[in-house]
């Protein structure tokens, strides 16, 4: 007889086993990973494995997975599109939830754009200029989700997501959900309600105007041209790496310390723009801290300016 058989293994099932059919049952089985390489879903390619890896479909599963998560007190982590994040080499030993995959339902009523967390951030400002209503341009390059751009008050030129944002739906650790007002979701500059308090942004509802598409569409192309000339789009990154310090602009400062091109592995400081870190081939979640810290060493040992990383670092470092 195979000596797999079950009804001679006498071993109970591990509780990471348990975890797995729990949320297979919830998910279906081809929506829990195991082992998944989460370099293949950040922008940077770096990290190591997920433990458990699980993409649920719509918000009802989204909630009794974190609810099950809870109850078991299991790490979890939730995903955008990781276009914000480093993940250690040696992975995450918890539960990875990606809300980006299937958290896709966008709709527009009037002025209003209401997205589910995972909807990209590309896509809705496109299908809001193609229906002539002007609010998003700004985001129109930056390659997360909805949830990840409010957790960190996404922005670029002069707009951000707080200028737009009427309504979000979040759920509380305590398992509530609640739908929170601009004011309520106290943005500040690359800040929010959602990261101070590790809440998970469920949905979201968008006050946009009209405005003539051409106007829309000629700022757009404006910001993806200036991103094209400044920005290096070609490589592997998280786009910039660190806030802007008071007064300065951390790209001049690392460029005014010598540090352009700066490189550790695969890891280097882009040439093309300082404030980037790019992976130029094999680089590596270690790598990219080293190059972080040094430059950090350098720009306050040379300026007395403290660089504060504006990407995140999941897992052990
Ligand atoms: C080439 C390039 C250019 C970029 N340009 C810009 C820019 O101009 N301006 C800018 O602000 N950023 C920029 N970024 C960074 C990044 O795209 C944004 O920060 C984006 O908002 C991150 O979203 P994400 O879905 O990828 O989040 P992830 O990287 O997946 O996650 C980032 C954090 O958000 C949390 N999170 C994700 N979804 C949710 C949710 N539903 N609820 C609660 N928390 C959640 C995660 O847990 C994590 O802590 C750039 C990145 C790249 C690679």
Not at 92 to 121: I, K, M, R, Y
């Amino acid at each position: 007889m195979d000596s797999s058989d079950s009804s001679h293994n006498t071993e109970p099932p591990h509780p990471q086993e348990l975890l797995c059919q729990a949320l297979a049952e919830i998910v279906g089985e081809e929506n829990v990973l195991l082992k998944e390489p989460l370099a293949k879903h950040t922008t940077f390619k770096v990290g190591g494995p997920a433990a458990l890896f699980v993409i649920p479909s719509g918000i009802n599963q989204t909630q009794a997975i974190l609810d099950l998560l809870s109850e078991q007190g299991a790490p979890s982590f939730i995903l955008g599109r990781g276009s914000d994040l480093v993940v250690s080499d040696e992975g995450f030993p918890g539960v990875v939830v990606d809300l980006s995959q299937q958290l896709t339902d966008v709709s527009v009523e009037g002025t209003e754009l209401v997205a589910q967390a995972g909807v990209s951030l590309i896509d809705a400002s496109e299908m809001a200029a193609a229906l002539s209503l002007s609010g998003l341009e700004f985001a129109c390059g930056i390659p997360g989700t909805i949830g990840g751009a409010i957790y960190m008050n996404a922005g670029a030129y002069e707009g951000c997501i707080a200028d737009v944002l009427k309504t979000a739906t979040v759920r509380f650790a305590d398992g509530t959900v609640h739908t929170l007002t601009n004011e309520e979701l106290n943005f500040g500059y690359r800040m929010s309600k959602v990261r101070a308090e590790k809440l998970c942004v469920l949905s979201a509802t968008f006050e946009l105007t009209t405005a003539p598409f051409e106007k829309i569409r000629a700022k757009m192309e404006d910001y993806t041209r200036r991103r094209e000339e400044k920005q290096p789009l070609d490589l592997p990154s998280a786009g910039s790496v660190f806030k802007r310090p008071p007064g300065y602009f951390a790209g001049k400062l690392i460029g005014d310390a010598g540090l352009s091109g700066f490189r550790i592995g695969g890891i280097q400081v882009s040439e093309k723009h300082n404030g980037f870190i790019v992976n130029v081939g094999g680089g590596t979640a270690s790598e990219v801290l080293a190059v972080v810290k040094h430059v950090q060493a350098e720009v306050r040992k040379q300026f007395g300016v403290e660089l504060e990383p504006e990407i995140q670092f999941l897992g052990s470092f």
